[in-house]
């Protein structure tokens, strides 16, 4: 079996990913679980929403296949960790009160099994996705500097139509979704929260922790990079999209799914 991709590029995951709050309080309004309700959580990482929902009352039941995103986790009395995957959860039939998953979806190596695991574990409770619909983006400059990211997320990430029908068959649930405009102020900092700070793409450390940047050529980023650097040094990006600069929100494309019986 292949090794988890964040055992190899995730081992400074911390430095610029921590669970933010506002997708943390979404997370707790659309499981509905009352504060000591046991939630298992599906590609954990290294446990930033993890220990927040363990902050907001609950039980929490991580699983996560990279021993090195694992090693990173802040103990929490709250959370007990599992070495699994969503495709073989090691977790016993109706162990969980609901399941979250939080941009973690796009790497499970079958995704329908995963949603079966996930029903195994919570075939009563709600399955609250946070994940990227990169078919509703909203005119992001993202794909100007590296439309070969952009690619692989279309192929990475199924649509909206196709989750809701895979899920449908998988699991007899009813899908919900909330699109997630994101905040210009997130503190969790993946791929496209810094919609509106294109300086920190020229971040190594920053480009280090994204899966995106490490599953395309290096030759492709470095030009990418080159580009951005280029058009932030002489105005041509601020000239074209400036604007964002003074948003307080932006659709990139970001929603929570929620699968309920």
């Known amino acids: 079996m292949d ?29 509905g679980c009352a504060p000591g309700a046991t939630v298992c959580d599906i590609g954990a990482g290294s446990g930033n929403y993890t220990n927040a929902l363990a902050d ?41 009160e609901a399941v979250v998953c939080t941009l973690a979806a796009h790497h499970f190596r079958d995704l329908r099994a995963g949603l079966r695991e996930m029903e195994r574990v919570c075939p009563e409770g709600p399955h609250v996705f946070f994940t990227f619909d990169p078919y509703a983006g909203k005119d992001h400059w993202f794909a100007e500097y590296f439309p070969e990211i952009l690619e692989n997320d279309f192929a990475l990430f199924p649509s909206m139509e196709a989750f809701a029908e895979l899920a449908m068959e998988a699991t007899g649930r009813a899908f919900e979704r909330v699109r997630f405009p994101l905040p210009c102020d997130l503190a969790d900092q993946f791929m496209y929260a810094p919609w509106a700070k294109p300086e920190t793409y020229l971040d190594p450390s920053f480009r280090a922790n994204m899966s995106g940047f490490r599953m395309v050529d290096p030759d492709v980023v470095s030009r990418g990079v080159g580009r951005l650097s280029d058009d932030l040094a002489s105005g041509a990006w601020d000239a074209r999209f400036g604007d964002l600069r003074t948003r307080a929100e932006h659709d990139a494309g970001f929603v929570f799914v929620t699968l309920r019986r």
């Open 56 to 96: 907001a009352g609950f039980t929490l039941l991580a699983v996560e296949p990279s021993e090195a995103m694992r090693a990173q986790a802040r103990p929490h009395d709250g959370v007990t960790w599992f070495a699994g995957s969503a495709e073989a959860i090691p977790l016993e039939g109706g162990a969980a």
């Open 3 to 31: 090794r988890p991709i964040y055992d190899t590029i995730g081992r400074s995951y911390g430095s610029t990913r921590s669970a933010d709050p506002r997708i943390t309080a979404e997370l707790v309004r659309l499981t």
